[in-house]
Protein backbone atom coordinates (compact mmCIF):
# COMPACT_ATOMS: atom_id res chain seq x y z
CA UNK A 1 0.00 0.00 0.00
CA UNK A 2 2.61 2.50 0.98
CA UNK A 3 4.05 2.32 -2.62
CA UNK A 4 0.94 3.43 -4.25
CA UNK A 5 -0.06 6.03 -1.74
CA UNK A 6 -1.29 8.72 -3.76
CA UNK A 7 -1.35 11.27 -0.59
CA UNK A 8 1.03 11.55 1.26
CA UNK A 9 -0.09 13.78 3.78
CA UNK A 10 -2.26 11.04 5.26
CA UNK A 11 -0.49 8.90 8.17
CA UNK A 12 -0.34 4.95 7.46
CA UNK A 13 -3.66 3.16 9.34
CA UNK A 14 -1.02 0.60 10.44
CA UNK A 15 1.41 3.24 12.17
CA UNK A 16 -1.25 5.19 13.91
CA UNK A 17 -5.22 4.59 13.17
CA UNK A 18 -6.08 7.28 15.44
CA UNK A 19 -4.20 9.78 13.23
CA UNK A 20 -5.04 8.44 10.50
CA UNK A 21 -8.69 9.02 10.95
CA UNK A 22 -7.74 12.49 11.95
CA UNK A 23 -6.00 13.02 8.74
CA UNK A 24 -8.93 11.99 6.70
CA UNK A 25 -10.98 13.95 8.78
CA UNK A 26 -9.05 16.89 8.38
CA UNK A 27 -8.12 16.39 4.20
CA UNK A 28 -11.09 15.14 3.02
CA UNK A 29 -12.42 18.36 4.13
CA UNK A 30 -15.00 16.68 6.40
CA UNK A 31 -14.92 18.71 9.74
CA UNK A 32 -13.08 21.43 11.67
CA UNK A 33 -12.95 22.19 15.30
CA UNK A 34 -15.13 24.33 16.73
CA UNK A 35 -13.66 26.97 19.80
CA UNK A 36 -16.19 25.08 21.63
CA UNK A 37 -14.23 22.01 23.25
CA UNK A 38 -15.90 18.98 22.14
CA UNK A 39 -18.25 20.23 19.23
CA UNK A 40 -17.11 20.17 15.68
CA UNK A 41 -17.83 21.96 12.25
CA UNK A 42 -19.52 19.80 9.80
CA UNK A 43 -18.14 20.91 6.26
CA UNK A 44 -20.25 20.97 3.15
CA UNK A 45 -18.77 17.24 2.32
CA UNK A 46 -19.68 15.52 4.86
CA UNK A 47 -22.71 17.24 5.31
CA UNK A 48 -23.62 16.27 1.78
CA UNK A 49 -22.78 12.77 2.89
CA UNK A 50 -25.51 13.26 5.97
CA UNK A 51 -27.95 14.83 3.57
CA UNK A 52 -28.03 11.62 1.20
CA UNK A 53 -28.34 9.29 4.64
CA UNK A 54 -31.36 11.62 5.65
CA UNK A 55 -32.94 10.64 2.23
CA UNK A 56 -32.43 6.96 1.85
CA UNK A 57 -33.66 6.61 5.84
CA UNK A 58 -36.17 9.17 5.66
CA UNK A 59 -37.93 7.84 2.83
CA UNK A 60 -38.23 4.55 4.29
CA UNK A 61 -39.48 5.54 7.34
CA UNK A 62 -42.05 7.39 5.62
CA UNK A 63 -42.87 4.20 3.49
CA UNK A 64 -43.71 2.29 6.45
CA UNK A 65 -46.31 5.31 8.16
CA UNK A 66 -43.94 7.34 10.04
CA UNK A 67 -44.34 11.04 10.61
CA UNK A 68 -41.91 13.69 11.19
CA UNK A 69 -42.18 15.98 13.63
CA UNK A 70 -40.03 18.52 15.54
CA UNK A 71 -39.74 19.07 19.52
CA UNK A 72 -38.38 21.43 21.34
CA UNK A 73 -34.95 21.59 22.12
CA UNK A 74 -35.19 22.72 26.03
CA UNK A 75 -36.99 20.19 28.44
CA UNK A 76 -37.74 21.59 31.86
CA UNK A 77 -35.96 19.74 35.21
CA UNK A 78 -39.41 18.86 36.41
CA UNK A 79 -40.49 17.21 33.24
CA UNK A 80 -36.70 15.34 33.04
CA UNK A 81 -37.28 13.82 36.39
CA UNK A 82 -40.50 12.51 35.78
CA UNK A 83 -39.09 8.76 35.01
CA UNK A 84 -36.32 8.04 37.36
CA UNK A 85 -34.40 5.58 35.57
CA UNK A 86 -34.25 7.60 32.61
CA UNK A 87 -33.01 10.98 34.21
CA UNK A 88 -29.82 9.07 35.95
CA UNK A 89 -28.76 7.26 33.10
CA UNK A 90 -28.23 10.84 31.40
CA UNK A 91 -27.42 13.06 34.42
CA UNK A 92 -24.08 12.67 34.07
CA UNK A 93 -24.15 13.66 30.29
CA UNK A 94 -26.74 16.52 30.62
CA UNK A 95 -25.86 20.48 29.65
CA UNK A 96 -27.93 22.59 31.82
CA UNK A 97 -29.40 26.10 31.12
CA UNK A 98 -29.87 28.34 34.43
CA UNK A 99 -30.08 31.91 32.73
CA UNK A 100 -32.01 33.42 29.93
CA UNK A 101 -30.27 36.82 29.22
CA UNK A 102 -29.35 38.36 32.43
CA UNK A 103 -31.79 36.70 34.83
CA UNK A 104 -32.08 33.55 36.54
CA UNK A 105 -34.51 31.04 35.59
CA UNK A 106 -36.51 29.96 38.06
CA UNK A 107 -36.47 26.30 36.39
CA UNK A 108 -32.78 24.94 35.24
CA UNK A 109 -33.54 23.84 31.39
CA UNK A 110 -31.80 20.59 30.02
CA UNK A 111 -30.68 20.62 26.13
CA UNK A 112 -32.22 17.63 25.38
CA UNK A 113 -30.07 14.95 25.38
CA UNK A 114 -32.67 12.65 23.88
CA UNK A 115 -36.73 13.45 23.27
CA UNK A 116 -38.65 10.60 25.59
CA UNK A 117 -40.12 12.63 28.05
CA UNK A 118 -40.72 16.09 25.52
CA UNK A 119 -42.39 13.06 22.95
CA UNK A 120 -44.34 11.64 26.33
CA UNK A 121 -45.64 15.07 27.26
CA UNK A 122 -47.51 15.52 23.94
CA UNK A 123 -48.80 12.35 23.94
CA UNK A 124 -50.22 12.59 26.78
CA UNK A 125 -52.36 15.49 25.42
CA UNK A 126 -52.86 13.97 22.07
CA UNK A 127 -53.82 10.49 23.07
CA UNK A 128 -57.42 9.33 24.14
CA UNK A 129 -58.56 6.16 22.19
CA UNK A 130 -57.77 3.65 20.91
CA UNK A 131 -58.33 5.21 17.10
CA UNK A 132 -55.63 7.65 18.28
CA UNK A 133 -52.68 4.38 17.65
CA UNK A 134 -50.49 3.72 16.71
CA UNK A 135 -48.75 7.15 16.74
CA UNK A 136 -45.62 6.69 14.53
CA UNK A 137 -43.63 9.95 15.28
CA UNK A 138 -39.65 10.65 14.04
CA UNK A 139 -37.55 13.74 13.91
CA UNK A 140 -33.97 14.92 12.50
CA UNK A 141 -32.52 17.16 15.17
CA UNK A 142 -29.36 17.75 17.08
CA UNK A 143 -28.98 16.96 20.20
CA UNK A 144 -26.42 17.59 23.11
CA UNK A 145 -24.54 15.11 25.74
CA UNK A 146 -21.41 16.53 27.65
CA UNK A 147 -18.89 14.16 26.76
CA UNK A 148 -15.45 14.12 28.55
CA UNK A 149 -13.56 12.40 25.60
CA UNK A 150 -14.97 13.19 22.46
CA UNK A 151 -13.69 12.69 18.58
CA UNK A 152 -15.06 14.35 15.29
CA UNK A 153 -18.42 12.30 14.20
CA UNK A 154 -17.41 9.71 16.72
CA UNK A 155 -17.89 11.16 19.91
CA UNK A 156 -19.09 14.68 20.23
CA UNK A 157 -21.16 16.93 23.03
CA UNK A 158 -23.84 18.19 19.90
CA UNK A 159 -24.24 15.88 17.31
CA UNK A 160 -27.08 15.02 14.51
CA UNK A 161 -29.06 12.34 14.14
CA UNK A 162 -32.84 11.10 13.85
CA UNK A 163 -34.98 9.70 16.57
CA UNK A 164 -37.88 7.95 16.02
CA UNK A 165 -40.69 7.70 18.97
CA UNK A 166 -44.00 5.50 18.65
CA UNK A 167 -46.91 4.61 20.74
CA UNK A 168 -48.68 1.40 20.54
CA UNK A 169 -51.78 -0.57 22.00
CA UNK A 170 -50.26 -3.61 22.59
CA UNK A 171 -46.76 -5.19 23.66
CA UNK A 172 -46.81 -7.04 20.60
CA UNK A 173 -47.16 -4.23 18.38
CA UNK A 174 -44.11 -2.07 20.35
CA UNK A 175 -42.28 -5.40 20.33
CA UNK A 176 -42.27 -5.64 16.75
CA UNK A 177 -41.42 -2.01 15.39
CA UNK A 178 -38.70 -2.19 17.49
CA UNK A 179 -37.58 -5.25 15.29
CA UNK A 180 -38.74 -3.86 12.34
CA UNK A 181 -36.86 -0.57 13.13
CA UNK A 182 -33.68 -2.38 14.19
CA UNK A 183 -33.68 -4.34 10.36
CA UNK A 184 -34.23 -0.93 8.86
CA UNK A 185 -30.86 0.09 10.01
CA UNK A 186 -29.49 -3.31 9.48
CA UNK A 187 -30.28 -3.26 5.78
CA UNK A 188 -29.25 0.13 5.57
CA UNK A 189 -26.06 -0.11 6.49
CA UNK A 190 -25.49 -3.41 4.64
CA UNK A 191 -26.98 -2.74 1.51
CA UNK A 192 -26.38 1.30 1.04
CA UNK A 193 -23.27 2.01 3.37
CA UNK A 194 -21.81 -1.54 2.41
CA UNK A 195 -21.11 -2.47 6.26
CA UNK A 196 -22.18 -5.64 7.58
CA UNK A 197 -23.24 -5.71 11.07
CA UNK A 198 -24.39 -8.12 13.75
CA UNK A 199 -27.95 -7.88 14.89
CA UNK A 200 -28.62 -8.13 18.50
CA UNK A 201 -30.05 -7.53 22.07
CA UNK A 202 -27.87 -5.32 24.84
CA UNK A 203 -27.62 -7.13 28.50
CA UNK A 204 -29.47 -5.92 30.74
CA UNK A 205 -26.65 -3.50 32.22
CA UNK A 206 -26.24 -2.48 28.63
CA UNK A 207 -29.41 -1.45 27.90
CA UNK A 208 -30.89 2.37 27.11
CA UNK A 209 -32.32 4.12 30.35
CA UNK A 210 -35.40 3.26 31.24
CA UNK A 211 -35.86 0.94 28.11
CA UNK A 212 -36.74 -3.11 28.49
CA UNK A 213 -34.81 -4.03 26.21
CA UNK A 214 -32.26 -2.58 23.80
CA UNK A 215 -31.55 -3.80 20.38
CA UNK A 216 -28.79 -2.55 18.63
CA UNK A 217 -26.65 -3.23 15.38
CA UNK A 218 -22.99 -4.10 15.74
CA UNK A 219 -20.01 -3.12 13.01
CA UNK A 220 -16.68 -4.25 13.58
CA UNK A 221 -14.14 -1.25 12.64
CA UNK A 222 -10.96 -1.85 10.61
CA UNK A 223 -8.89 -1.53 13.52
CA UNK A 224 -10.89 -4.04 15.49
CA UNK A 225 -12.91 -2.22 17.64
CA UNK A 226 -16.46 -2.50 17.58
CA UNK A 227 -19.01 0.32 16.76
CA UNK A 228 -22.52 0.82 18.06
CA UNK A 229 -23.93 1.91 14.54
CA UNK A 230 -27.81 1.77 15.42
CA UNK A 231 -30.01 1.23 18.36
CA UNK A 232 -33.82 0.54 18.49
CA UNK A 233 -35.61 0.44 22.06
CA UNK A 234 -38.89 -1.17 23.74
CA UNK A 235 -39.70 0.74 26.56
CA UNK A 236 -42.95 -1.60 27.31
CA UNK A 237 -45.72 1.18 29.39
CA UNK A 238 -43.59 2.38 32.08
CA UNK A 239 -42.84 5.90 30.37
CA UNK A 240 -46.79 6.02 29.96
CA UNK A 241 -47.40 5.32 33.54
CA UNK A 242 -44.50 7.73 34.63
CA UNK A 243 -46.17 10.30 31.92
CA UNK A 244 -50.26 9.40 32.72
CA UNK A 245 -50.66 8.37 28.75
CA UNK A 246 -54.07 6.33 28.55
CA UNK A 247 -56.38 4.89 26.20
CA UNK A 248 -59.84 3.98 26.17
CA UNK A 249 -59.61 0.35 24.28
CA UNK A 250 -62.10 -1.01 22.31
CA UNK A 251 -64.14 -2.56 25.47
CA UNK A 252 -64.13 1.20 26.70
CA UNK A 253 -61.58 0.21 29.14
CA UNK A 254 -58.57 2.24 30.38
CA UNK A 255 -54.95 1.22 29.26
CA UNK A 256 -51.77 2.05 29.06
CA UNK A 257 -49.85 2.09 25.81
CA UNK A 258 -46.58 0.83 24.49
CA UNK A 259 -43.56 3.02 23.25
CA UNK A 260 -40.88 2.61 21.21
CA UNK A 261 -37.72 4.85 20.13
CA UNK A 262 -34.91 4.34 17.73
CA UNK A 263 -32.26 6.01 16.23
CA UNK A 264 -28.64 6.79 14.76
CA UNK A 265 -26.60 9.59 14.02
CA UNK A 266 -23.71 11.13 12.32
CA UNK A 267 -21.32 8.37 13.90
CA UNK A 268 -21.93 6.62 10.58
CA UNK A 269 -19.97 9.01 8.86
CA UNK A 270 -17.45 7.98 11.34
CA UNK A 271 -17.94 3.99 10.38
CA UNK A 272 -18.08 4.40 6.80
CA UNK A 273 -14.23 6.28 7.32
CA UNK A 274 -13.10 3.18 9.42
CA UNK A 275 -14.54 0.11 7.32
CA UNK A 276 -13.83 1.19 3.95
CA UNK A 277 -11.42 3.54 4.23
CA UNK A 278 -7.76 3.27 3.31
CA UNK A 279 -3.86 5.04 3.25
CA UNK A 280 -4.91 6.70 0.61
CA UNK A 281 -7.92 8.59 2.16
CA UNK A 282 -11.78 7.93 2.29
CA UNK A 283 -13.82 5.20 -0.11
CA UNK A 284 -17.58 5.73 0.20
CA UNK A 285 -20.36 4.10 -0.36
CA UNK A 286 -21.78 4.96 -4.16
CA UNK A 287 -25.59 5.03 -2.07
CA UNK A 288 -24.04 8.17 -0.25
CA UNK A 289 -21.41 9.12 -2.01
CA UNK A 290 -21.76 13.29 -2.96
CA UNK A 291 -20.20 12.65 -6.01
CA UNK A 292 -20.56 8.97 -7.25
CA UNK A 293 -18.62 9.42 -10.36
CA UNK A 294 -15.82 12.34 -11.07
CA UNK A 295 -15.43 13.07 -14.56
CA UNK A 296 -11.51 14.01 -15.26
CA UNK A 297 -10.67 15.71 -18.69
CA UNK A 298 -6.82 14.16 -20.40
CA UNK A 299 -5.34 17.22 -23.02
CA UNK A 300 -8.68 19.38 -22.35
CA UNK A 301 -6.77 21.90 -24.04
CA UNK A 302 -7.30 19.86 -26.99
CA UNK A 303 -10.36 21.24 -29.31
CA UNK A 304 -13.82 19.11 -28.99
CA UNK A 305 -12.31 17.44 -25.22
CA UNK A 306 -14.26 19.20 -22.97
CA UNK A 307 -17.64 19.52 -24.91
CA UNK A 308 -17.64 15.85 -24.90
CA UNK A 309 -17.14 15.18 -21.38
CA UNK A 310 -19.58 18.24 -20.75
CA UNK A 311 -22.34 15.92 -22.91
CA UNK A 312 -21.52 12.46 -21.11
CA UNK A 313 -22.05 14.18 -17.77
CA UNK A 314 -25.17 15.63 -18.86
CA UNK A 315 -25.95 11.25 -19.82
CA UNK A 316 -24.88 10.86 -16.61
CA UNK A 317 -26.96 12.58 -14.82
CA UNK A 318 -29.73 11.76 -16.97
CA UNK A 319 -29.48 8.48 -15.80
CA UNK A 320 -29.52 9.45 -11.89
CA UNK A 321 -25.75 9.18 -11.65
CA UNK A 322 -24.07 12.27 -9.03
CA UNK A 323 -21.56 13.36 -11.34
CA UNK A 324 -18.54 16.36 -11.11
CA UNK A 325 -16.86 17.45 -14.26
CA UNK A 326 -13.45 18.63 -13.00
CA UNK A 327 -12.69 21.23 -15.61
CA UNK A 328 -10.22 22.88 -13.47
CA UNK A 329 -6.69 23.94 -14.35
CA UNK A 330 -5.45 21.34 -12.14
CA UNK A 331 -3.21 18.60 -13.55
CA UNK A 332 -4.99 15.12 -14.50
CA UNK A 333 -2.47 13.86 -11.72
CA UNK A 334 -3.75 15.86 -9.21
CA UNK A 335 -7.21 15.20 -9.85
CA UNK A 336 -6.57 11.52 -9.55
CA UNK A 337 -5.22 12.12 -6.07
CA UNK A 338 -7.92 14.44 -5.49
CA UNK A 339 -11.02 12.12 -5.92
CA UNK A 340 -9.07 9.12 -4.38
CA UNK A 341 -8.56 10.85 -0.97
CA UNK A 342 -12.47 12.60 -1.34
CA UNK A 343 -13.66 8.20 -2.06
CA UNK A 344 -15.44 9.67 -5.26
CA UNK A 345 -16.66 5.49 -6.11
CA UNK A 346 -15.74 5.91 -10.19
CA UNK A 347 -13.48 8.26 -11.62
CA UNK A 348 -14.01 8.57 -15.85
CA UNK A 349 -11.18 9.86 -17.92
CA UNK A 350 -11.15 11.30 -21.05
CA UNK A 351 -8.93 12.25 -23.63
CA UNK A 352 -8.75 12.95 -27.47
CA UNK A 353 -7.58 9.62 -28.21
CA UNK A 354 -10.98 8.05 -26.21
CA UNK A 355 -13.33 10.09 -28.04
CA UNK A 356 -11.84 9.08 -31.31
CA UNK A 357 -12.64 5.52 -30.37
CA UNK A 358 -16.10 6.95 -29.42
CA UNK A 359 -14.79 5.26 -25.00
CA UNK A 360 -13.72 6.33 -21.95
CA UNK A 361 -11.32 4.80 -19.02
CA UNK A 362 -13.35 4.24 -15.72
CA UNK A 363 -11.55 3.23 -12.66
CA UNK A 364 -13.15 2.24 -9.39
CA UNK A 365 -11.81 3.82 -5.82
CA UNK A 366 -11.90 0.12 -4.35
CA UNK A 367 -9.36 -1.59 -6.51
CA UNK A 368 -7.80 1.04 -8.83
CA UNK A 369 -8.75 -1.29 -11.74
CA UNK A 370 -9.20 0.65 -15.45
CA UNK A 371 -11.21 -0.67 -17.68
CA UNK A 372 -12.54 1.25 -21.17
CA UNK A 373 -15.71 1.14 -22.35
CA UNK A 374 -17.79 2.42 -25.01
CA UNK A 375 -19.83 5.53 -24.47
CA UNK A 376 -22.75 4.21 -25.76
CA UNK A 377 -24.65 2.97 -23.30
CA UNK A 378 -22.56 4.77 -20.88
CA UNK A 379 -24.94 5.50 -18.23
CA UNK A 380 -26.12 1.62 -17.69
CA UNK A 381 -22.26 0.62 -17.68
CA UNK A 382 -21.55 3.48 -14.76
CA UNK A 383 -24.79 2.04 -12.94
CA UNK A 384 -23.31 -1.38 -13.06
CA UNK A 385 -19.90 -0.26 -12.16
CA UNK A 386 -21.02 1.47 -8.76
CA UNK A 387 -22.74 -1.72 -7.42
CA UNK A 388 -19.69 -3.86 -8.28
CA UNK A 389 -17.80 -1.20 -6.03
CA UNK A 390 -20.80 -1.60 -3.47
CA UNK A 391 -20.03 -5.00 -3.31
CA UNK A 392 -16.40 -5.11 -3.31
CA UNK A 393 -16.45 -2.62 -0.04
CA UNK A 394 -19.08 -5.11 1.45
CA UNK A 395 -16.95 -8.02 0.72
CA UNK A 396 -13.73 -6.92 1.92
CA UNK A 397 -15.52 -5.51 5.20
CA UNK A 398 -17.19 -8.78 5.44
CA UNK A 399 -13.77 -10.60 5.25
CA UNK A 400 -12.29 -8.24 7.98
CA UNK A 401 -14.83 -9.12 10.31
CA UNK A 402 -14.74 -12.67 9.53
CA UNK A 403 -11.22 -12.63 9.88
CA UNK A 404 -11.19 -11.13 13.32
CA UNK A 405 -13.64 -13.08 14.77
CA UNK A 406 -12.76 -15.54 17.81
CA UNK A 407 -14.61 -18.26 19.51
CA UNK A 408 -13.58 -18.48 22.55
CA UNK A 409 -14.46 -21.29 25.74
CA UNK A 410 -12.43 -19.45 28.26
CA UNK A 411 -11.05 -16.04 29.81
CA UNK A 412 -7.45 -17.29 28.74
CA UNK A 413 -8.52 -18.50 25.47
CA UNK A 414 -10.05 -14.68 24.72
CA UNK A 415 -6.60 -13.23 25.47
CA UNK A 416 -4.68 -15.75 23.62
CA UNK A 417 -7.01 -14.73 20.88
CA UNK A 418 -6.32 -10.89 21.03
CA UNK A 419 -2.96 -11.10 21.57
CA UNK A 420 -2.10 -13.40 18.58
CA UNK A 421 -4.97 -11.55 16.22
CA UNK A 422 -5.39 -8.39 17.18
CA UNK A 423 -8.95 -6.93 18.23
CA UNK A 424 -12.11 -7.97 17.11
CA UNK A 425 -15.38 -9.71 17.90
CA UNK A 426 -15.44 -12.78 20.52
CA UNK A 427 -18.20 -15.17 20.68
CA UNK A 428 -18.39 -16.36 23.64
CA UNK A 429 -20.68 -17.97 26.01
CA UNK A 430 -22.25 -16.24 29.37
CA UNK A 431 -24.70 -17.30 32.04
CA UNK A 432 -26.36 -14.41 32.51
CA UNK A 433 -24.56 -13.34 36.01
CA UNK A 434 -23.61 -9.66 35.69
CA UNK A 435 -20.60 -10.13 37.91
CA UNK A 436 -18.58 -12.24 34.95
CA UNK A 437 -19.79 -9.50 31.98
CA UNK A 438 -17.92 -7.23 34.33
CA UNK A 439 -14.88 -10.07 34.89
CA UNK A 440 -14.63 -10.49 31.62
CA UNK A 441 -13.99 -7.27 30.69
CA UNK A 442 -11.85 -6.27 33.78
CA UNK A 443 -9.50 -9.40 32.67
CA UNK A 444 -9.52 -9.40 29.04
CA UNK A 445 -10.28 -5.34 27.76
CA UNK A 446 -13.31 -7.10 25.82
CA UNK A 447 -17.69 -6.18 26.65
CA UNK A 448 -20.08 -7.40 25.95
CA UNK A 449 -21.93 -6.03 22.73
CA UNK A 450 -24.75 -7.92 22.02
CA UNK A 451 -26.37 -11.37 22.45
CA UNK A 452 -27.03 -12.02 18.73
CA UNK A 453 -30.37 -12.49 17.24
CA UNK A 454 -31.77 -15.86 15.30
CA UNK A 455 -29.01 -17.65 16.51
CA UNK A 456 -29.70 -21.35 17.11
CA UNK A 457 -29.45 -22.78 20.86
CA UNK A 458 -26.16 -22.89 22.42
CA UNK A 459 -25.14 -25.16 24.93
CA UNK A 460 -22.26 -24.92 27.26
CA UNK A 461 -20.75 -23.14 29.69
CA UNK A 462 -20.07 -19.61 30.89
CA UNK A 463 -16.71 -17.83 29.38
CA UNK A 464 -15.95 -17.13 33.03
CA UNK A 465 -16.96 -19.03 35.68
CA UNK A 466 -18.15 -22.42 33.87
CA UNK A 467 -21.68 -22.27 34.75
CA UNK A 468 -24.11 -23.98 32.57
CA UNK A 469 -24.45 -21.40 30.27
CA UNK A 470 -27.11 -20.70 27.01
CA UNK A 471 -26.92 -17.28 25.87
CA UNK A 472 -23.71 -16.78 23.51
CA UNK A 473 -22.31 -13.03 23.53
CA UNK A 474 -20.75 -10.82 21.28
CA UNK A 475 -17.62 -9.17 23.49
CA UNK A 476 -15.52 -6.49 22.22
CA UNK A 477 -13.44 -3.41 22.15
CA UNK A 478 -15.96 -0.32 21.72
CA UNK A 479 -15.29 3.35 20.10
Given at each position: ?A?????KQI?S??E???????DI????DL???S???G??????YA??I?E?????L?T?????G?E????P?FI???L??????H????????A????????K??E?LC?????E????E??A??IS?W???????????????W?????????????LWQ?G??????????R?E?V?ML?????FH??D????????????S?KF??A????A?E???H??????????H?F???????FD???????????????T?W?VT?????G??M?HG???GLVL???VA?I???I???????E?VL??A??V??T?R?????V???DS?N??G????E????????R??L??RD?E?N?C?????????????????IG????A?L??V????????L???E?H??D??T?D????????????F?????C?EE????EV???T?V???C??L?E??H??????????AH????W??A?
Amino acid sequence: MADNKMVKQITSMDEDFAQWYTDIVKKADLADYSSVKGCMIIRPYAYAIWENIQKILDTRFKELGHENVYMPMFISESLLQKEKDHVAGFAPEVAWVTHGGSEKLTERLCVRPTSETLFCEHYANIISSWRDLPKLYNQWCSVVRWEKTTRPFLRTREFLWQEGHTMHATAEEARAETVQMLNVYADFHENDLAIPVIRGVKTPSDKFAGAEDTYAIEALMHDGKALQAGTSHYFGDGFARAFDITYTDKENKRQYPHQTSWGVTTRMIGGIIMTHGDDNGLVLPPAVAPIQVVIVPVQQHKEGVLEKAAEVAATLRAAGVRVKLDDSDNSPGWKFAEYEMKGVPLRLELGPRDIEGNQCVLVTRTGREKSFHSLDGIGETVIAKLEEVRVAMYNKALANREKHTYDCETIDQINAALAENGDGFVRALWCGEEACEDEVKAKTGVGSRCIPLNEKKHEGVCVCCGKPAHQLVVWGKAY
